[in-house]
């Protein structure tokens, strides 16, 4: 079983950036889809953006596109989200996750995910 722990996060202003990581141990981390999810207080956890194994495929929610990017590093065993143009609503406990079994699929649905980091908290003042 691969375990997650993110780092990062931290307060910025509004239109700043942050850069958060998630060290992967355990596991085949290559195989892996890896995904960061978001939860605000009082919301659910949301989709925020994912990579397949391969690297090949990437995918945003709506809300992040053109602000947030996703990567990964194979021989690092870490996947990193660089977060620019940072809003008041981005604020929220981020969490990184783990899909394994070399999908084709990237999925956006928590349930999907078997693995999942403690979380960073980002906090965006305006």
């Known amino acids: 079983q691969v375990q997650l722990v993110e780092s990062g996060g931290g307060l910025v202003q509004a239109g700043g950036s942050l850069r958060l990581s998630c060290a992967a141990s355990?596991?085949?981390?290559?195989?892996?889809?890896m995904a960061w999810f978001r939860q605000a207080p009082g919301k659910e956890r949301e989709f925020v953006a994912a990579?397949?194994?391969?690297?090949?495929?990437?995918d945003y929610a709506d809300s992040v596109k053109g602000r947030f990017t996703i990567s990964r590093d194979n021989a690092k065993n870490t996947v990193t989200l660089v977060m620019n143009s940072l809003k008041p609503e981005d604020t929220a406990v981020y969490h990184c996750?783990?899909?394994?079994?070399?999908?084709?699929?990237?999925?956006?649905?928590?349930?999907?995910?078997?693995?999942w980091g403690q979380g960073t908290q980002v906090t965006v003042s305006s």
């Open positions: 996750a783990a899909d394994p079994g070399y999908k084709y699929y990237i999925a956006h649905v928590a349930s999907v995910y078997d693995a």
């Open positions: 355990g596991g085949t981390f290559s195989g892996y889809n």
């Open positions: 990579i397949k194994w391969s690297g090949n495929s990437l």
